[in-house]
């Protein structure tokens, strides 16, 4: 079946650096991907539509130049939290559906998050 | 803007049927409904999805009302792995998923 692939799967660094997290479909094509953010027992928040040659499209409240996305090919996606600090630790998470199988109904397919900690 | 109304939380005993209800009234005639579970401190898992047609696959099965409102999603004998948080989910404009609170599901031994 189609595999996304996150890494790192979990991270922790000092406050204001700034961290890239990878999202890979490795299986399939994905002209979009998606982004979301979990805090703790809350349920997945979207947070961007990540578009593959053109600019993600944020959801609102989401803050565009906190969280940079770059999709530049069809089978990755990139997450850069600039300035990190602790209330942006959360579970991290990116999903993705297969262009190469036809209709829009079909599901996406998660990766298994990446769990950043701010120090 | 989650369109999906589930109860928080469900017990279902090892080895029986556990069905997880979801109440879906505003949803539009072409949209699908989704049903994902969640094991902590992992990624989503695809259960199965449906339109208005009732759908079996080897994990589950999907019942959809004839009014598409609501929908049961049947886990047919139950395990302990099956505890999770299940989502049900209906697809949105630009295939964006917009996740509600979910079904806590505990399998008690």
């Known amino acids: 079946g189609a595999v996304v692939s996150q890494h790192p799967s979990w991270v922790i660094c000092k406050s204001g650096t700034s961290v890239k997290i990878e999202c890979r479909s490795l299986?399939?094509?994905?002209?979009?991907m998606f982004w979301y953010r979990q805090f703790p027992k809350q349920s997945l928040m979207l947070m961007a539509t990540?578009?593959?040659?053109?600019?993600?499209?944020?959801e609102q409240g989401v803050e565009k130049d906190k969280f940079l996305i770059n999709h530049a090919s069809l089978t990755l996606s990139t997450l850069t939290v600039t300035s990190a600090h602790p209330e942006d630790s959360s579970f991290y998470i990116c999903?993705?559906?297969?262009?190469?199988?036809?209709?829009?109904?079909?599901?996406?397919?998660f990766g298994d998050g990446t769990r950043l900690s701010i120090l | 803007d989650a369109k999906t109304t589930q109860p928080p939380s469900m017990d279902c005993a090892e080895g029986r049927a556990a069905n997880l209800p979801c109440n879906h009234s505003?949803?539009?005639?072409?949209?699908?409904v989704y049903w994902y579970r969640q094991i902590h401190s992992q990624g989503p898992q695809y259960i199965i999805h449906?339109?208005?047609n009732n759908e079996t696959n080897e994990m589950a099965s999907l019942i959809i009302t004839e009014d598409r409102k609501s929908s049961t999603l049947i886990l047919p004998h139950a395990t302990l792995r099956d505890t999770a948080v299940y989502y049900c989910?209906?697809?949105?404009?630009?295939?964006?998923?917009?996740f509600g609170t979910g079904t806590s599901l505990t399998v008690i031994p």
């Open positions: 299986d399939f094509q994905a002209t979009t």
């Open positions: 990540s578009n593959e040659g053109s600019k993600a499209t944020y």
């Open positions: 449906g339109l208005k």
């Open positions: 999903s993705a559906r297969d262009i190469g199988v036809s209709g829009i109904n079909q599901p996406q397919h």
């Open positions: 989910i209906v697809l949105i404009l630009l295939n964006q998923f917009y």
């Open positions: 505003t949803i539009s005639g072409n949209e699908y």
